[in-house]
């Protein structure tokens, strides 16, 4: 069994932040440019909405970096892969979930244009459920060495293209994925 230090985060909480966060600081920037005098300058009004602008980009940058991409210790082993996620942070609870090979829908590599690197969708049939693991920082080899392993102990399953449905498929990298 091998452990690997990798960072977890779900798409859906990051795509909840990048809309939630912005709507919550308009709504609130705008709840008080209406509480303010009839005779405020311009330039009190333009500073407000200016300091609201950067407060809500630091704000999604802090949430992003410290609520929806946590760090986690994922395991691989014959019998599935398992992964705690350390801390507690507002989107996630500290909790530790397993899974066993026959409950993995497909695995992929994706490269993420925000950040420049690579990030590995595993997806599960049973709860359907996808987690994604991203390179912690100062962690780059720990983490390729995460997905030889997994696409490693995968073939040692036997798992070929005839013991699954017909909407799987493996791609040219040998990673089992979805049509």
């Known amino acids: ?4 230090q990798l960072q977890y985060h779900k798409c859906r909480v990051l795509v909840a ?3 939630g966060i912005p709507l919550i600081g308009a709504l609130l920037m705008l709840v ?12 009190a009004i333009s500073i407000l909405i200016l300091f609201f602008l950067a407060l809500m980009i630091v704000a999604l940058q802090w949430v992003i ?5 946590v760090a986690c210790d ?3 082993d014959k019998n599935g892969i398992k992964f705690a996620i350390k801390h507690k ?3 996630y609870s500290k909790k530790t979930l397993h899974f066993s090979w026959k409950n993995i829908y497909s695995i992929e590599e994706k490269f993420s244009n925000q950040n420049g690197d690579y990030y590995y969708v595993v997806k599960f049939s049973e709860p359907s459920f996808s987690a994604n ?3 912690k920082e100062q962690h780059e080899a720990e983490a390729e060495a995460f997905f030889k392993q997994l696409r490693q102990l995968q073939e040692n399953q036997n798992q070929s293209e005839s013991h699954f449905p017909k909407h799987y498929k493996i ?5 089992l994925a979805t049509n």
Do not use: H, R, Y
């Open 32 to 43: 008080i440019l209406f509480c303010l005098p009839l005779d405020t300058p311009v330039w």
């Open 17 to 19: 932040a990048f809309i």
């Open 65 to 69: 970096k410290t609520q929806i991409f």
């Open 89 to 91: 942070t507002l989107f």
């Open 133 to 135: 693991f991203s390179i």
């Open 1 to 4: 069994m091998n452990s690997f």
């Open 74 to 76: 994922v395991e691989l």
């Open 171 to 175: 791609n040219g990298n040998n990673i």
